[in-house]
């Protein structure tokens, strides 16, 4: 195994987990998930995208996606920049952004998520980078939330993201942040290793050394401000593996404050980082 960001082969074995492993580059210290064997399901499949994970209690989510555009407006100085959503999901950002009047525009790998974003009225493809960038396309801002964990090459992806950016264009990515407390405190058992989608988790050095990498200028990482999931949503993703699933779900939809409870997703906090092109 080669580290794709430092070039070193050296590794060492930080957790294992059922059907992977997580790697720790012993140079620039960034953690890589080994896969051992495949899991059976489709990575992201129609259970992937059949819960709506964020709680919407008291507008806490629309809060926190209208707090990035105005972060956006400031540091682009428009009031309604062009803005390209990669890995938009069902469109919990592009709502507010159209809610906004602002020129959206989300794609995302998954069909399914593509077409709940599409019923909502939002512009949204299903297509890739690389079409963008034959397409010409370019735009003043990039978000992109909770995706580059997802990100086998991320070289690639930012590498494309820039080249889709107007020259001054900025980049806002929020991902775990790998030295939050509760990873200390899960170690091999904390959600964002045992989800299966996830491939690379970083620090702040890590990630701003990858946005370095890839041509980026005036990095600043920061923790991010919370994001909340319902305890709904989150006894349905632990429930398949420890419990009867079903019997769950039927408890689980009788009690409306299990749909409506804000519970951070991480309470210390996302990383955030926003980069000038
Ligand atoms: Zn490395």
Redesign the pocket.
């Known amino acids: 195994m080669t580290?794709f960001?430092?070039?070193?082969t050296d590794f060492v074995n930080k957790y294992k987990l059922l059907h992977s492993e997580i790697f720790q580059?012993t140079?620039?210290?960034?953690f890589i998930k080994k896969i051992l064997k495949q899991p059976q399901n489709k990575l992201y499949d129609k259970d992937y995208y059949a819960q709506y994970p964020y709680s919407h209690t008291l507008g806490l989510t629309n809060r926190y996606f209208r707090s990035k555009i105005r972060t956006l407006q400031k540091l682009i100085g428009k009031s309604r920049p062009s803005v390209l959503d990669i890995g938009c999901g069902w469109g919990d950002f592009g709502i507010v952004a159209k809610g906004e009047s602002l020129p959206y525009f989300g794609i995302d790998g998954s069909p399914t998520a593509i077409q709940i974003a599409k019923n909502k009225n939002l512009f949204v493809e299903n297509t890739t980078l690389k079409k963008l960038i034959l397409q010409k396309k370019q735009f003043d801002a990039i978000v992109s939330f909770q995706t580059l964990e997802h990100v086998k090459n991320p070289h690639f992806f930012l590498n494309s993201a820039r080249q889709l950016l107007r020259p001054g264009g900025i980049i806002l990515l929020t991902t775990p942040n790998n030295l939050t407390p509760l990873r200390f405190l899960m170690r091999g058992k904390w959600s964002v290793y045992n989800t299966d989608s996830h491939f690379v988790f970083y620090d702040t050095k890590t990630l701003r050394l990858i946005l370095e990498k890839n041509g980026f200028t005036n990095i600043e990482i920061n923790i991010d401000s919370l994001r909340f999931f319902t305890p709904a949503y989150i006894l349905k993703r632990i429930s398949p593996k420890i419990l009867n699933t079903k019997l769950v779900l039927s408890k689980v939809e009788r009690f409306s404050i299990l749909n409506t409870l804000p519970i951070p997703t991480d309470p210390f906090g996302d990383l955030e980082a926003i980069a000038h092109f």
Do not use: M, N, R
């Not at 140079?27 to 960034?30: A, P, T």
């Open positions: 580290c960001l430092c070039k070193k580059c140079l620039c210290g960034i």
